[in-house]
């Protein structure tokens, strides 16, 4: 019998965080004050975060350790499977060996646990009592509302109300952890009070949530504001996805992939995967090709800019180094809420822009024909923001077929479609249409930019 699944033991799970800032060749830029347009250093995060996740943000230590409480409460779930995707390359009748790392087993269905748990963990730590934070289409906010039950601290999330409309379900898991859950814009805060004067039927973007979300943290001195995506810690917690993959591969006797895809919002679940690969191109001069899957009709690694903008819509953040569609640009009405973000995570940015890694963008029609494809072929029902992954991988096996080579490709499945139906009965109605974001709409969002440019 074909070995399908290979798994580790609860012993393999990683004892340290790898951090790709140590290898980079060029270091990302430092963020800016928004006001006196200078370098910030640490303190300026100290009103959002705890101590402990600012040492990580900045951190240059390759290794960093995961306390014995997160790794214990890791084993809940991790470490998660690595499939091959027999089915998949039978269908496609390629040549590729297909691979995937399957996220969905964790208590909310997808990465984000990865991080939420050492987040909430710190936050304890040093005695915080409630969390604010945004969520798209409610992976995020499902995650951090597991990881604050867990830890005894309250959690008020703001999501974006085209998720909070069409993804009950979602909500209805974070009020089981214990969440209090709010459709964004709200009039809970200045920031969406403004947006709704402005603009009174607004779907909601996760830069205005975000927004929401730190002016309630800011105003309050028992509460932090936590990240899913974007933030260097984020992206440092997630790299367990990778080094485990690392691991599975050689498990399996297989070569090291040829390919490594994942989905992009922010970058975490991209970095999440790819970054521990990346390793073994800075270090071993590997040659492994790292790609980026995001929406056409959120395009900033394929089609923004690479300037400073602030991380939300109101320009509460500090001013980051990004590829950015601008901070004011609201994405189309997708069912793949957890991508509908203007920016970029500063590292992730850097390596695009040094072409250490790629980007591919997927329309809308395609990636749900890519996910039924797989969950027909496989098994899963994927979520939407998988599906641009699963996108990816699909247009790289038939390139295999057409020039008659043969691949390993991996790619990050990072959480199940279960609470996604909506989104596919649209898809079988006939409701999906294909979007495709004009140039003219990229040039106007970025014209209101008056953020700093950076050199080329």
Known sequence: MKIRKINLEESEIPENWYNIIADM?????????????????????????????????????????????????YSIWRPTPLYRAYGLEKALDTPARIYYKYEGVSPSGSHKPNTAVPQAYYNKQEGIKRITTETGAGQWGSALSFACQHFGIACDVYMVKLSYQDKPYRKMMMNTWGANVYPSPSERTAAGRKILAEYPDSPGS????????????????????????????????????????????????????????????????????????????????????????????????????????????????????????????IPAPIHAGGLRYHGAGV????LLKDKLIEAQAHDN????????????????????????????????????????????????????????????????????????????????????????????
């Open 347 to 350: 590292i992730v940015s850097q």
């Open 206 to 329: 996760l830069g205005i949530a975000i927004s929401e979300a730190v002016e309630m943290a800011a105003s309050r001195e028992d509460t932090k504001y936590a990240l899913g995506s974007v933030l260097n810690h984020v992206k440092l917690h997630q790299t367990i996805i990778g080094m485990e993959a690392i691991k599975q591969l050689e498990k399996a006797g297989s070569d090291l992939p040829d390919i490594v895809i994942a989905p992009f919002g922010g970058g975490s679940n991209f970095a999440g995967l790819s970054f521990p690969f990346l390793r073994l191109n800075l270090e071993g001069g590997h040659r492994i090709r790292c790609i980026a899957s995001e929406p056409s009709s959120c395009p900033k690694l394929t089609r923004g800019v690479f300037r400073y903008d602030f991380g939300d819509t109101a320009g509460m953040t500090p001013l980051l180094p990004m590829y950015t569609l601008g901070h004011d640009f």
């Open 25 to 73: 060749p060029n270091k990302p830029l430092p963020p800016l004050h928004p006001g006196t347009l200078e370098p910030i250093g640490p303190d300026a995060l100290a009103p959002l975060f705890p101590e402990a996740l600012i040492r990580q943000e900045v951190t240059t230590d390759k290794w960093v350790p995961i306390p014995d409480e997160v790794r214990n409460m």
């Open 365 to 456: 029609l395609e990636i749900f024909e890519a996910g039924v494809l797989f969950a027909r072929s496989e098994g899963i029902i994927p979520a939407p923001e998988a599906n641009h992954g699963i996108a990816t991988a699909i247009r790289e096996a038939k390139k295999c077929k057409e020039e008659g080579v043969s691949k390993t490709i991996l790619f990050n499945l990072c959480g199940h479609g279960n609470f996604d139906m909506k989104a596919y009965d649209d898809y079988f109605a006939g409701k999906i249409k294909q979007h495709e974001l004009s140039q003219e709409d990229i040039e106007a969002s970025i014209a209101k930019l008056g953020t700093p440019t950076i050199p080329v």
